[in-house]
């Protein structure tokens, strides 16, 4: 089968006009005078387009590097974006490049899938004569998409240890793919990297973007991700765009020595509070490492079952805060009481009095560091929750797909 050619639109009079499949208006024809006024002089070439897609194909792959063209004149404007549907939308234009010489676009970004988009293309030639060329494709609808979810939300305050993270429905080949079309831009300038992580637990997959060192409270991140058409591997596409802004709140701490039994917190280098708690027994210590507070709710029902753990328990427990995937939380454990302040006896989880555990919850938000030490149990893994810190920043750098060694 031949391959598909672009489609060119020669605008030369209303007459070739009609039989170009695409719509077009034809230039002014502004006859000039010959010298003594006895005849006419014949009007200059109009310029022509050519749109690299031919008009009204269909099964346009999202990647296609769509290209406008004009020859005998440059282009003044070029506009594609998704056709009208109806739905009182609005339609945002695809992004594009001109070349200095205006004859040359190319589309700066991929397009999205199962969409109709409309090519509307303006030239002047050299007189100023000016054509207009309108065509239109359709995307390819796929059998299979990839879902990314973006956080933090929009808006949201959070802690100085809370990366950006991007989560993947299913696993991600093309990696430095999607890791291109993302954005960090930060108030003030923050250095910092994407590293792609695993969660142990369930697999899932992710690309987090994290500063070298804690933020600084008051720093504005805003996060784009220009996503719709990649190719996240094996023909499954993303299908749209995401962004979020948020707010770096102040430098709060939580800091656990779980030989010693202690938990003590820290508002921008200020103590708060120490506090007795009781760590993970010896035959399910806690995890040492840095980990962050994913989310926190006033009362959970915990299942030993849900975590590997069989039907070790199955209880109602207030106060609860999330720090990892695996199921560790800080939380009010008043059945441990005895326990509290000097021996080590959950099965992972770091308990609190009642008393106690509510004025942490209400202290802590979602991106706070709880950082813990002095336990027999292993290092927080950075697919874990949000265990990002725990990976030296020279070696998070290497988990970036296009800038380390990923």
Excluded at 153 to 159: A, E, K, M, S, T
Excluded at 238 to 264: C, Q
């Amino acid at each position: 089968m031949d391959p598909i050619k672009p489609l060119v639109l020669p605008v030369l009079c209303a007459v070739l006009l009609t039989g170009c499949s695409a719509s077009a208006t034809a230039p002014d024809q502004r006859p000039g005078t010959a010298s003594g006024g006895s005849s006419p002089t014949a009007a200059a070439p109009a310029p022509q387009i050519t749109v690299s897609v031919p008009d009204g194909v269909t099964g346009v792959a999202p990647d296609t590097a769509l290209q406008v063209t004009a020859t005998g004149g440059t282009l003044t404007s070029v506009r594609v974006a998704p056709a009208d549907g109806g739905d009182g939308k609005a339609h945002v234009a695809v992004s594009g490049t001109l070349d200095a010489a205006r004859q040359k676009w190319i589309v700066g970004r991929t397009l999205s899938p199962a969409t109709t988009y409309t090519v509307q293309v303006t030239a002047a030639g050299p007189d100023g004569q000016r054509i207009t060329a309108r065509t239109h494709f359709t995307t390819i609808s796929p059998d299979r998409t990839n879902r990314a979810l973006l956080g933090p939300l929009d808006h949201q305050v959070v802690g100085i240890g809370m990366p950006v993270t991007l989560r993947f429905n299913h696993p991600v080949t093309n990696k430095a793919a999607v890791e291109r079309r993302l954005t960090v831009t930060t108030t003030p300038q923050v250095e910092g990297s994407w590293g792609w992580v695993r969660d142990p637990l369930t697999g899932q997959e992710r690309i987090d973007w994290r500063p070298a060192h804690y933020w600084r409270p008051g720093t504005k991140v805003t996060v784009t991700a220009a996503l719709s058409g990649v190719d996240t591997g094996d023909g499954a596409y993303l299908s749209r765009d995401i962004s979020t802004t948020f707010l770096i709140g102040k430098a709060r701490i939580t800091r656990i020595d779980l030989a010693a039994h202690r938990l003590t917190v820290t508002e921008n280098g200020r103590t708060l509070r120490t506090l007795p708690i009781s760590g993970g027994g010896p035959a399910t210590p806690t995890h040492n490492g840095a980990m962050v507070v994913m989310d926190k709710v006033t009362d959970i029902q915990m299942n030993s079952e849900t975590v590997g753990l069989g039907d070790a328990y199955d209880m109602a427990v207030k106060w609860a805060v999330h720090l990892t995937t695996s199921g560790t939380y800080l939380h009010a454990a008043p059945w441990n009481a005895a326990r509290i302040g000097n021996t080590n006896a959950s099965h992972g989880c770091i308990g609190l009095t009642t008393s106690d555990a509510r004025w942490l919850y209400d202290q802590v938000r979602p991106g706070d560091p709880v950082i813990t030490a002095g336990s027999t149990g292993r290092t927080v893994d950075a697919g874990n929750g949000l265990g990002d810190w725990n990976v030296p920043y020279p070696q998070w750098k290497e988990r970036s797909a296009v800038d380390g060694a990923l």
